[in-house]
């Protein structure tokens, strides 16, 4: 069997590691004793994240402000980055999210722009400053997180859909782009999960935001974890291009099985 790619003592880069997803990759990173690289705009979170990604084994975990929707903030990260690190090993694309369901016909500009400035052109700056720090070093991934929005629209959803499919197609070009680099280019997709996503689409109605995984039982932002630990962990000399993960009782964005809420089981 081909040895994996061995992640302790390599540099993790992750966007959005104040919460979700971002902040539960940083913790199953540092339990493979990796050197985390921990950026967001709530540097309290990134501070509590990175004292956790220490105690659970984390060789360095280093975090600093980024604005993902600012070039001139990615480009401060970077060189933040090239300063602490020189290099950086692994690279997970995951800041962004949805603002609001609205058909397009009530759609808000803030809300497009936000969704496009962070899901598209967030991934674009922060690939684009962060490539001459991988490309000394073959073997290396970037791994962006796309949705299942970016595969199947739904109604309201015509915004974030577009960001979503917009990084699949970011994400399908770099790995053209970068085959002979002996780089890796991933994206990792999941269904529903629940984290702060649904509070943030809902711009802080956490009762609208629970009836969305109300009677199901959704991914935690742990099981979206180990799959990019997972995707990472592989051989060198194999990419997982792309990766749909959803819970069981969702088949697809429309067709998710609810059950009574007493039933509901969670982990
Ligand atoms: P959370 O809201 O819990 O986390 C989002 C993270 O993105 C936070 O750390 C937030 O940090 C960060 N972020 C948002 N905007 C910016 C910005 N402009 N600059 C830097 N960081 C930013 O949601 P999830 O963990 O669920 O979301 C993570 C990714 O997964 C997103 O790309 C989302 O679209 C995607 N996704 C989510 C799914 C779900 O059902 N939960 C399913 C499929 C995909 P801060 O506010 O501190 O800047
Ligand atoms: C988040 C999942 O299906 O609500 O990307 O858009 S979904």
């Not at 780089?183 to 943030?200: I, K, Q, W, Y």
Request: hydrophobic fraction near 45%; include cysteine; charge should be neutral.
């Amino acid at each position: 069997m081909t040895a994996p790619f061995r992640l302790r003592d390599r540099w993790v880069l992750i966007t959005g590691a104040s919460s979700g997803f971002g902040a539960a990759a940083a913790l199953a990173f540092a339990r493979e004793g990796a050197r985390l690289l921990l950026g967001a705009r709530r540097e309290n979170r990134l501070a509590e994240v990175a004292g956790r990604a220490r105690e659970l084994g984390a060789v360095e975990a280093l975090f600093h402000r980024l604005d993902v929707s600012q070039t001139p903030s990615v480009e401060a990260f970077a060189a933040w980055v090239r300063s602490v690190a020189g290099r950086v090993d692994v690279l997970v694309n995951n800041a962004g999210g949805a603002l609001g369901l609205e058909p397009v016909a009530e759609g808000r500009d803030e809300d497009w722009e936000t969704m496009l400035q962070t899901n598209v052109l967030g991934v674009l700056r922060m690939t684009r400053a962060i490539l001459p720090l991988m490309l000394p070093h073959p073997g290396g991934i970037i791994i962006n997180i796309g949705s299942i929005a970016g595969r199947t629209a739904y109604e309201g959803g015509a915004a974030y859909c577009a960001a979503k499919a917009g990084e699949l197609q970011i994400t399908r070009a770099l790995r053209l782009e970068l085959c002979g680099t002996g780089l890796r280019v991933a994206t990792v997709d999941p269904g529903m999960a629940e984290t702060e996503f649904s509070v943030v689409r809902f711009k802080g109605d956490a009762a609208r935001a629970a009836k969305v995984y109300e009677g199901v039982q959704p991914l935690t932002a742990e099981d979206v974890a180990e799959a990019i630990v997972w995707v990472a962990g592989r051989p060198p000399h194999v990419c997982v291009d792309e990766m749909v993960i959803k819970c069981t009782d969702q088949a697809a964005f429309h067709k998710v099985h609810r059950r009574p809420v007493s039933e509901t089981k969670r982990p």
